[in-house]
């Protein structure tokens, strides 16, 4: 976690905006914040400016939630509450729970409004909208969003325990999500639904990680999840390995399923492979990539975390060589250096007990970037009165 410890102030932001908006911004300060508290790391002045977004953004959410319990985007001044905000914000503030004052009354609300949406055959419906359906992943509609739901409810158990209609309501759901995962190679479904699973302790979890390890693409001790690129239109340039917020979705669930299993030994590779898509900010590619990967990796860390551990590693590079020293006083803080050419070779050795990461990154610059021009627009003037334009416009 110690390159999204570095990257707190862009990871941490006071919560602004719609009510996904405000969200979006939420979720970071609580799952950065959970991780911190587990591993008692949590620093006065990172715990204040946490608490106070927390605090803040809470209060702000709660102006766009509805009479019903439900939330969407601007509250009662839309039609109806999102299912799937609705979901994310009993997700989110269930947890913000062990941090800052959050009324279980809302929470009651929210997951009863969501109960009583339930179709017959136990799936969930999305009656409201999502403006920004970028944040969604792919699970704002069909099983994704069922399951979706589905997760907050069993993340929310106890906060409605022993309420024969939200039992009946989750039951429901996992033999409909059940039924239809069974049907399935969608690799987002299956991750979603491993994890899903797991919180429901369902009968069909190992099934499901026995398909998805099936499917997982390992490459030098890295494992994750691939959805398939379709077939480009176009002939833009793209950048090189380009890694799709969907496959880090994806792989977050895989190893939040892990996590909540304790399997360290099965995770690791997939904690390995998540680290390594970080942007500088400690960050993600996109919105809800972000979100998923930040819970994932807090939940894996904790796993992982001991009091008694020290680690010292050795870096050679060509005639170059670093060490670093990792114990509980400085766990939290990114050590690097940077050597001004590329070795040919590179050897990491270490020594101790626990368990560190160490990352090897190039960058290099280039005169422009290279595209393809993909549209050509011309327009000609052909005539110019007081009166009028005449105009010939080619595209192609």
């Not at 595209?371 to 005539?383: A, C, G, R, S, Y």
Request: net charge negative; glycine share 6%.
């Amino acid at each position: 976690m110690g390159p999204t410890i570095a990257g707190l102030d862009s990871l941490l932001q006071m919560p602004t905006g719609c009510g996904e908006q405000t969200m979006v911004n939420l979720a970071p300060n609580v799952y950065v914040t959970d991780y911190l508290k587990s591993v008692n790391q949590l620093s006065a002045d990172i715990r204040t400016k946490a608490l106070n977004f927390m605090e803040s953004g809470y209060q702000r959410e709660l102006t766009y939630k509805h009479t019903d319990g439900s939330f969407s985007a601007f509250g009662n001044r839309d039609a109806s509450g999102s299912m799937w905000l609705t979901a994310f914000v009993t997700r989110v503030f269930k947890q913000a729970k062990t941090h800052i004052y959050i009324d279980d009354e809302i929470l009651i609300k929210a997951v009863q409004w969501m109960v009583s949406k339930q179709n017959d055959d136990g799936s969930f419906p999305e009656p409201g909208e999502v403006l920004n359906k970028n944040m969604q992943g792919q699970a704002g509609s069909g099983v994704g969003l069922s399951l979706y739901v589905l997760i907050s409810l069993f993340e929310n158990k106890d906060v409605l325990a022993n309420t024969l209609l939200v039992d009946e309501a989750r039951q429901k759901a996992l033999a409909y999500v059940e039924q239809e995962v069974a049907k399935t190679d969608d690799l987002y479904i299956l991750t979603m639904a491993a994890y899903a699973f797991q919180l429901a302790y369902s009968s069909q979890v190992q099934t499901v990680l026995n398909k998805l390890e099936q499917k997982a693409t390992v490459k030098d001790g890295r494992k994750h999840w691939h959805q398939p690129d379709q077939p480009k239109t176009t002939n833009t340039w793209d950048y090189p390995n380009p890694t799709k917020a969907v496959d880090i979705e994806m792989t977050s669930y895989a190893l939040l399923t892990y996590a909540a299993r304790g399997n360290i030994v099965a995770g690791k590779s997939i904690m390995q492979w998540l680290t390594e898509q970080r942007n500088s900010n400690g960050g993600f590619s996109s919105t809800q990539d972000t979100v998923v990967a930040l819970n994932a990796l807090s939940e894996f860390a904790k796993q992982t975390y001991s009091n008694n551990f020290n680690v010292q590693i050795t870096t050679q590079l060509n005639a170059t060589s670093y060490t670093f020293n990792i114990d509980k006083t400085n766990s939290l803080l990114l050590q690097s250096r940077e050597t001004p050419d590329v070795p040919s070779q590179v050897k990491i050795d270490a020594t101790g007990s626990g368990m560190a990461l160490v990352q090897v990154a190039v960058s290099f610059n280039v005169e422009s970037e290279i595209f393809e021009t993909t549209f050509d627009l011309t327009v000609k003037l052909i005539e110019e009165t007081i009166n009028h334009l005449f105009v010939e416009t080619c595209a192609k």
